[in-house]
């Protein structure tokens, strides 16, 4: 059985820095793109930065400079390194990814249980 599980959340004060994991576990043939999202309250999810199998990455326009987004295919694990972090980014952070269990089977969508990320002002 797959599972995500995300670590490194936290209260942070506006300007400091968080570092997200996302650990992969589970019978895992193939990992397709990789992604962090999170959902600020009454406001809906939205992708903040995407890292492909081939390590391109992708980051919404408001993070690009501030956020990083890496991945250790050894340890199965993603990372967020979030720096100068505001207020406004105050949220549960979620990764998502899709997998391939065996050679047979297709790729199904998994979704950690999120982490939360409170920037005090």
């Known amino acids: 059985q797959v599972q995500l599980v995300e670590s490194g959340g936290g209260l942070v004060q506006a300007g400091g820095s968080l570092r997200l994991s996302c650990a992969v576990s589970?019978?895992?043939?193939?990992?397709?793109?990789m992604g962090w999202y999170r959902q600020a309250p009454g406001k809906q999810r939205e992708l903040v930065a995407a890292?492909?199998?081939?390590?391109?990455?992708n980051y919404v326009d408001s993070v690009k400079g501030r956020f990083t987004i890496s991945g250790d295919n050894a340890k199965k694990t993603m990372y967020l390194q979030m720096n100068s972090l505001k207020p406004e980014e105050t949220a549960v952070y979620y990764c998502?990814?899709?997998?391939?269990?065996?050679?047979?089977?297709?790729?199904?969508?998994?979704w950690g249980q999120g982490t939360q990320v409170t920037v005090s002002s």
């Open positions: 890292i492909s199998s081939g390590a391109a990455t």
């Open positions: 998502n990814t899709s997998i391939k269990a065996t050679p047979l089977r297709g790729f199904y969508d998994y």
């Open positions: 589970g019978s895992i043939f193939s990992i397709n793109d």
